[in-house]
C-alpha cells in the first residue's frame, strides 16, 4: 500500500508522546506480558523491549497494514515480539488466542492516527496535502471518505459533523458538500477542505476552518468512538491483578470515553448512582492512578502532536 516507501525508515524515528509517563505507567517487569494496542510506527514498542528480558513478551496490534509491515521490518527475529493486524476491538480475541486472559501485566492505547498516517498525501488524513479522499486506517477493506460522502444524505453528513467534530456549521458545511458533488464527486482532500472552508463562517484563529470537518469524518469512517468503547472492557478482562491500563488520548470525545469507563470500573458501578446499597454490593475492578498527565511545553516545542496528548492510567484491583 505504498506506505513504507512514502514513508521510509523515517517512520521508525517517530518519536513516541509522553514515552516516559507511558512506561512509568505501564510499570514494566522484565519478564511481564504486555500489549500495545496501537502499534502505529513501533515508538512505544521499541522504548517497552528495551525493558524486557528474553522471557518477557509484548504483542501488537493495528488495523493498518503499513504499521504491520513496520513491525515486521523493525522487530524480525525478536522472539519477544508479536504482531496481528487487528482492530483492537477484537483485542479479547488475540489474548484468548494466546492464553493471555487475566495474565496481562500492561495494555497501551496510543489512540488516533499516527504520523505516516497523517504525513503521506495518498492516506487523505490532512487537509494540508492534496491526495486521494480515503481516510481509511485499514487500508485493506472498508469505505473510503470519498466513498461514504458520494452517496450519504444531507441529514447523515450533518449528525457525523456534529457528533465527532462538535462542529456547529454543521448543516451550513453539509449543504455546501452536498451541493458541491452535484458538481463533481468529491475525491480529494483539496476539494474537500476548500468546500468546507468556504461554507464555514467562523474561521478560528490557529485552525483550519476543515480542522473539525476532518476529525469528524475521519473517526465516522475508522469507527474509532465505537472501538475505543468495544476494547477498554476487554483491556480489563486481560489484565492480571495489579496489571495497568495506559491510554492517551487526542480530543475530549476520546478522553471522555476513557475517564467514564474508568471511574464507573472504579467505583464498581452495576447499579445506579443514588440506590441505598451497601458499599460491599459494589466490586471495583480497577484504581484510577493519579489524574491526568499531559506534556510538558518541551516536550510540546519538539514534537507538535504532543499538545493535546491526555494520558490516563489506572491499575486492575487484585480480583
Ligand atoms: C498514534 S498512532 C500510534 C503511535 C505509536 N504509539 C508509536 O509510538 O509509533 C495510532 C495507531 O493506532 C492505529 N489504530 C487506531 N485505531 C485502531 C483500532 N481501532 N484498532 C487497531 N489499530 C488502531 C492506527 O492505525 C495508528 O497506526
Not at 513516541?16 to 496501537?38: K, Q, S
Not at 528495551?50 to 496490534?61: K, M, S
Not at 459494589?282 to 516545542?301: K, N, Q, Y
Request: aromatic share 6%.
Amino acid at each position: 500500500m505504498g506506505m513504507l516507501t512514502g514513508v521510509g525508515r523515517d517512520a521508525y524515528t517517530h518519536r513516541p508522546v509522553l514515552v516516559e509517563a507511558v512506561l512509568a505507567g505501564l510499570r514494566i517487569r522484565p519478564a511481564g506480558r504486555y500489549v500495545d494496542a496501537t502499534f502505529g510506527c513501533g515508538g512505544h514498542s521499541a522504548r517497552i523491549l528495551e525493558h524486557l528480558e528474553d522471557n518477557g513478551c509484548l504483542l501488537a496490534l493495528d488495523r493498518d497494514p503499513g504499521a504491520v509491515q513496520i513491525a515486521q521490518e523493525r522487530f524480525r527475529g525478536d522472539t519477544r515480539f508479536a504482531m496481528a493486524h487487528a482492530c483492537f476491538s477484537t483485542l479479547g480475541d488475540q489474548i484468548t488466542a494466546r492464553g493471555w486472559q487475566g495474565r496481562v501485566d500492561g495494555i497501551l492505547f496510543d489512540l488516533g492516527v499516527s504520523s505516516p498516517q497523517l504525513d503521506d498525501p495518498s492516506r487523505g488524513f490532512s487537509f494540508t496535502k492534496t491526495g486521494p479522499l480515503d481516510m481509511r486506517m485499514d487500508t485493506s477493506r472498508g469505505k473510503t471518505a470519498a466513498m461514504w460522502l458520494a452517496q450519504a444524505k444531507e441529514d447523515e453528513i450533518i449528525e457525523v459533523l456534529r457528533t465527532f467534530g462538535e462542529e456547529r456549521y454543521a448543516p451550513r458545511i453539509a449543504r455546501a458538500i452536498v451541493n458541491a458533488r452535484k458538481q463533481d464527486p468529491l475525491i480529494n482532500t483539496a476539494t474537500l477542505a476548500s468546500v468546507v472552508a468556504q461554507a464555514n463562517p467562523r474561521w478560528e484563529r490557529d485552525k483550519h476552518p476543515a480542522t473539525r470537518a476532518f476529525q469528524a469524518i475521519r473517526i465516522f469512517i475508522n469507527q474509532e468512538l465505537n472501538e475505543l468503547v468495544a476494547a477498554l472492557p476487554q483491556a480489563l478482562t486481560a489484565l492480571a491483578p495489579v496489571g495497568r491500563l495506559v491510554v492517551m488520548s487526542f480530543h475530549s470525545l476520546e478522553d471522555r470515553i476513557v475517564k467514564q469507563f474508568i471511574r464507573r470500573e472504579a467505583r464498581g458501578e452495576s447499579l445506579p448512582r443514588d440506590l441505598p446499597v451497601m458499599a460491599s454490593t459494589f466490586h471495583p475492578r480497577l484504581r484510577e492512578m493519579g489524574g491526568v498527565i499531559r506534556a510538558d511545553t518541551t516536550e510540546v516545542s519538539e514534537n507538535p502532536r504532543a499538545r493535546s496528548a491526555v494520558l490516563r492510567i489506572a491499575e486492575r484491583v487484585e480480583a
